[in-house]
Each structure stands twice: as C-alpha cells, then as structure tokens.
C-alpha cells in the first residue's frame, strides 16, 4: 500500500485556492483504480500538510489525541523528512472523510484504533513531507536560478551556500505552490534522522495545561441544551411508561423525551439535566431484560468448557500427547467484566440542520459514526459532519461498534424536531452501570511433559462472550471464531508439537462487550503466561531459560525477553523481606498488533496477603522509536492501567444488575500502589508498530508469576484476593 502511494498539489485543487501557502495531499493509486470501474465515485486525496506563509507547518492528523501523542509522533513523522524546526510545527484534527483520511490498516474506513496510529501513517507522512520538501527546493532553485541539488533544508531554512542565500518556508510557499509534485521522492536513511528516534515536547502538553486544549464538554453552542439520560437497570429492558412531571418542575429543566435507549431530560446545564433525570419517574418492561447474575455466569462458563469448543488452532496431535504422558499440569482460570472507566466520561454535542447534522466528539471512529448517525436520520453520510476533539483517554470506549452514545445524542435532537443543539452527558455511574465491558472470560489449559521434562501437549479452552458477533463486524467472525476472543492463545509463539486452541462463544449472555485497551490479549496473555510458568517449575528448569527453548524461532519474543531479563536482573537474589513479607521475581512476554513486550515484576507479599508491586522491568520492540520519551510514557501508563484491573478491577452483576458505580467501588490504583517502572526500548531498523496497547497484557502475568515465587501459590482468578494469599 505504502509503496503505491503518491503525492499532488492540494493547492491549486482545494484548499488555499489564492491564498499564500503549500497544501499537500496524498494520492492513492488503488482507490484512483477503483474510481476508473464503472459507477464508482471519483477519489479524494488526503491532506496531511500545510504551509502558510507565516512560516507555520500545520500536520493534519487523521487519527485522535486521546493521551496516547498521536499528534506529536505523526508531526515528528512529517517533520523530519521535511526538515522542519520542531517549533514552527503545529497540528490540527482531520474533519471526517474516509476518501481523504482512511486509516490505511483498515481499508476505506476512518478511525483510531488497535494502536494502528503511527504504524498505517508510517511511509505516507513521510512521502507527504519529504514531497513539500522537494517543492520547496524546486521553488527556491527557480527564484535564485541555482541548480536544486545544490540547495540544502535545515530547521526551516532553505538554503544556497555557494551564494549565501536562504527563506524561510513561508517565504517560499506561494511559489513552492505552483511546483510540480515529484513522482518519486528519496526518503532519509535512518541515520540522518534528526526528529525520529530523538526526544521531542509533546505537542499538545501546552494546550492542554493553558486550558486552550478543547474537549466535548468545552463546546457551548447558542441556545444549547444538555441532556441526561435515564438507562434500563438491566440490559435489554425498554421503558414501559414515564411520569415526567417531577422532572419538568426542577428548576432549569426543558424538556422529557423517550428515546430507543431510555427517556432523556434536557435541561440548561448539566446539573439540572441530572436532577431533573433524579426526579423522573419510569417503569420498565424487563420482559426480555437479562437476570443473571456474575456467579451465574460463570457457573455456566465452566460447564460449557466441559465439552469441546470451535477449534481456532490444531497442530500435531493433542490427543496422542495426552494419552501417555509422563505428567499432564491443569489449571483454569476466571477473568471478570472490566470497565473502560476513562477520566472524561462519554458526551456527544449534536447539532441538526436544514441540510445535514454536525456533530463535536472526541472521535474515534469517523466511517462508522458517520453511516450509523446518517441512517437515523435520513442524511447521506456526507451530510454528517464530525469535528474530532481531544479526548480524556477511551481505553476502547469511544471506539464504540455499535456507535452507542454518538446515536444516543442524535436521538435526542431528532426527538426534539432539532430546535436547539444538544450536548449528551454521561456521568460517570451511567457508563459504569449501563456501558460496554471487557468480556468475562473462563479458561481451561492442560499440558503434557514427557519423560525428560519436554513440553509435548498443550491444550487451551476458552469461554467468553464474542465483541464482533452481533456487530457490523460480524462478518470477521470465521467458523464460530472471532479472533478477537482468541488473540494470545491462537498464535501462541512457544515451540510446542502438539496444540490445540478452542473457543465457545455463549450467546445466551447478553451483556454489551466491547474491545478494552489491548483486548483479547488481556486475558490469554495471563492464561498462558502464567501456565507456562507454573510448566517450567513442574519441568525443573528457570522461566527465562524454558520460555527461550521455545521461542527459538521468534527472535523479537526472544530480544525483549533476554533484555528485560538481563536489566532486571534475572538470577540474582532479591533482598529478603521483613516482618515476615515474602518477596518474589517473575516474567511475562508477550506480542500484540506487532509489538513484543517482556515485564519482570518484583513483588512483596505481607502476611496478610496484601501485595505490593516493588518494581517492573520493561524490554520493549516496537520497531523504529519515533519518540522514546511516548513510548516511555504509554508503557508506564499501561503497567498503572494493568495493575488497576489485576489488583482492584470487576465490574460484577446481581440480577442482572451492575453492582460497581464509581472509582469507589471501581478503584484505579493509588499512587502508592504504583511500582518503580524502568522501560528499556529495543534499537530497531523496522517498521514502527504500536505501543498504545502492548504495555499491557504482560504485567498481570508477571505480577502473578512474582507472587507464585513469593508464595508458592497460583493466582488463576482477577482481580486479587488477599484472603488467599495469607500465611
């Protein structure tokens, strides 16, 4: 894809269209292909650059900032093969336009998701700035009349230094404007690199400390109304009646209106919105709600993995392996609901007009959106405008697939005819209580050694509800698999001859699931992490040492597990505990959307089972570093993020009710929970990868192999007791 890409002049098509500057876009040849068959619509180019002539680069961003620094490493992208000055570099969030900004890992779709971010924007932002680089030496080459490969780019400066003559980029702009786009353009090698690889200030740091950083709930629109919605107590009830009357006499209130997800009151701020929501009255017809209970749910998980599941992986023969082992290790494990619980809970401004719907959300999933709320109301998916906002974190969350809150404000303009705009709030116990989750889930592993210790059989059974089945993705569920649910398990790395993976996907629960920062691989990088922890120790042999046996064909698993290993300190003694606390040492590694990451985590277990998290060593490999200091600092957020839900996190249910509301009963760890964290990056010729998610899915793992050193005792149901860990 990257290598058909090719770059024209915006400018003189779209945007500047007389005004002083540069505007580049990016062509892509398959879609132009497309559009040449018959009936099919012309294509669109995908702008990524401007210049103006105040001497400002303005990156356009496709992808959201959601705390992750998407902005900065997309601009450091563009920077470098355009030899910008990192101060004159600003950016700005794309409008919704999947022909111009689709994320190119997803095919003709526009979103930000599955840490894709960087990896799909990798060689077409640096065409986009090594093609405006070109541009603008052509343009100084044609004013001073030097030949152009005398011409030289540093900081912003264009220069000739035969003749001592140099601009700025906005002094050339205009004229680099009317330059012809190169066909080809030849890209740095790494070595050259002055941004990438190098620390850089996060480009959304000051406005975001200054106040200027604007998310959904800055928008104030005239005559403006926010709404907050009564949800059903349980799943897949409807409102049944609704007295609005005690509602409609709070002070501020405006209007009751019933809605395909609940009844919703507007108001003239937020917390009249919420009183008035407080006061209302609804009975629901629970007639088709979902009842059961967390205990029930599992009760059913485990007689499910009694029986064989749809196979996701079969190699050699599992059941030969098994049939006369010299040992046969079992071991299951239960896995909770999980929240996203981000810091700013979901909202949505809508606005409805005579022509179309514009809408202000921190937007992660433009196509989808765009067709979902378009559907609703009539409109051609043109016709709905989105204007992507910062976010405060997701987690997953704003990558709804069902579009839920962005469909649920929309709702409430069309109810009220579209008289005033509309800003959907969610509180915080909204979402905790009738949101999406991390799906529960049951495993069930065996494994077979023989005589000399050897790993010969392995055999993984998971049971867990489907994200994709029901969903307009439901078409990538292959065979009763939705790899999603099987990520980690399915593509295990280890060496062994004889395999089996299967998978049941109960449809009677009907909880809304949704994917959670790293997804499936939160719960099978434990599963099998911790198993094959508990392997090695049954087998004799050190974790690091059995782990790299059978990695011998992954040299990237095996590069971050020797580092991790070696910064850590693998094989030394760890200093004794005191007062009777226990301490211990374990691993973890693991791969996810192409990035490998190993955690050794070192832990301190009291007597009363309480554990404390001393220190984690991470080894990350995440291809070319395009900003050390973002990668740093997404890894140490996904231990804090990880350790939340091992230690502390379950969303669970009583009849069919959520019983958590808050962070007081859904706590985050505190900052004296948080462990000492070291992440030591892998020097990398690849292709960059994601790291938004991969911090994540060792850290549980290693913590309970730590605990199991510590201990003696195996963790295999989240979040951690301490009651089962005293003396």
């Not at 007295?243 to 405006?254: I, Q, S, T």
């Not at 994709?468 to 569920?477: D, I, R």
């Not at 629960?509 to 049954?538: C, N, Q």
Request: net charge positive.
């Amino acid at each position: 894809m990257t290598n058909t890409t090719r770059i024209e002049n915006e400018s003189r098509r779209r945007f500047l269209q007389g005004a002083a500057g540069l505007t580049l876009a990016v062509y892509l040849p398959n879609m132009a292909h497309a559009a040449a068959a018959p009936g099919a619509q012309p294509f669109e180019p995908n702008a990524f650059l401007r210049i103006g002539a105040d001497n400002t680069v303005t990156v356009i961003s496709k992808h959201i900032e959601m705390g992750q620094g998407t902005y900065t490493g997309l601009a450091t992208i563009v920077a470098e093969e355009l030899d910008a000055a990192w101060p004159q570099v600003r950016v700005e969030g794309a409008p919704a336009d999947a022909k111009r900004y689709n994320n190119l890992l997803w095919g003709p779709a526009q979103g930000t998701g599955g840490s894709t971010a960087i990896a799909n924007s990798w060689e077409q932002l640096r065409r986009a700035g090594a093609s405006a680089r070109a541009m603008l030496v052509a343009a100084a080459a044609k004013q001073w009349q030097v030949p152009a490969d005398e011409i030289g780019v540093s900081e912003g400066i264009v220069m000739h230094a035969r003749s001592q003559r140099k601009a700025s980029f906005g002094q050339l702009a205009q004229t680099a404007a009317q330059q012809p786009v190169p066909g080809e353009v030849k890209l740095k090698d790494a070595k050259d690199f002055k941004l990438i690889g190098k620390r850089a200030p996060r480009k959304d740091t000051a406005a975001k400390i200054t106040g200027q950083a604007r998310f959904t709930q800055d928008v104030h629109l005239p005559g403006m109304l926010t709404a907050v919605v009564a949800h059903p107590p349980r799943f897949g009830a409807r409102v049944k009646s609704f007295d609005a009357a005690r509602a409609k006499a709070v002070k501020g209130v405006v209007d009751v209106v019933a809605i395909p997800t609940g009844v919703a009151v507007l108001a003239k701020d937020t917390w009249s919105a919420k009183k008035g929501r407080d006061a209302l009255q609804v009975e629901w017809d629970e007639s088709n709600a979902f009842k059961l209970g967390t205990n029930e749910i599992f009760a059913r998980y485990h007689e499910l993995a009694k029986s064989p599941g749809a196979v996701a992986r079969k190699e050699g023969n599992s059941d030969a392996a098994f049939a006369s082992p010299a040992r046969v290790l079992r071991a299951a494990y239960d896995f909770p609901y999980l929240a996203h619980a981000a810091m700013e809970p979901m909202n949505c401004v809508v606005q409805l007009k005579k022509d179309g719907c514009e809408i202000w959300n921190g937007e992660q999933g433009q196509t989808m959106d765009q067709m979902k709320v378009a559907a609703l109301l009539g409109l051609k998916p043109e016709q709905v405008t989105l204007n992507m906002l910062y976010a405060g974190g997701s987690f997953g969350r704003r990558a709804s697939k069902d579009s839920d809150y962005v469909l649920e404000a929309a709702s409430i303009a069309k109810a009220i005819n579209g008289r005033a705009p509309v800003k959907l709030v969610w509180l915080r116990e909204d979402d905790m209580k009738a949101g999406y989750y991390r799906p529960a889930f049951h495993h069930a592993l065996e494994a077979a050694l023989d005589a000399q210790g050897r790993l010969v059989g392995w055999r993984h059974r998971l049971v867990g509800q489907s994200i994709l089945a029901g969903s307009p993705f439901a078409a990538m569920v292959k065979d009763g698999i939705d790899a999603v649910s099987v990520e980690g398990a399915a593509n295990l790395p280890y060496a062994i001859p004889n395999m089996l993976v299967d998978l049941h996907t109960p449809e009677e629960i009907h909880v809304p699931v949704l994917w959670w920062r790293s997804v499936g691989s939160t719960h099978t990088a434990y599963s099998t992490e911790t198993f094959l922890d508990e392997v090695a120790a049954a087998a004799g042999q050190d974790p690091v040492a059995f782990r790299l046996a059978l990695l011998e064909r992954h040299p990237r698993h095996a590069g971050v597990l020797k580092l991790a290993a070696g910064k850590a300190g693998w094989g030394t003694p760890l200093a004794k505990g005191t007062d009777g606390d226990r301490r211990g040492r374990g691993v973890a590694v693991h791969e996810s959307f192409s990035s490998y990451v190993a955690q050794v985590a070192e832990v301190t277990v009291k007597p009363d089972g309480r554990v404390k998290v001393d220190r984690i060593v991470c080894a990350v490999d995440c291809g070319i570093a395009v900003n050390p200091d973002n990668v740093r600092s997404q890894v140490e957020g996904s231990v804090g993020f990880a350790l939340s839900a091992m230690l502390h996190g379950a969303i669970t249910l009583k009849d069919g009710v959520v019983e958590q509301s808050n962070f007081h009963d859904y706590t985050p760890i505190r900052i004296d929970e948080m462990p000492a964290v070291e992440v030591h990056i892998v020097p990398s010729a690849e292709k960059p990868t994601g790291i938004g998610e991969p911090g994540v899915p060792p850290v549980a793992p290693a913590v309970a192999n730590a605990i199991a050193a510590a201990t003696g005792k195996r963790v295999r149901r989240l979040p951690l007791r301490a009651d089962e860990l005293k003396v």
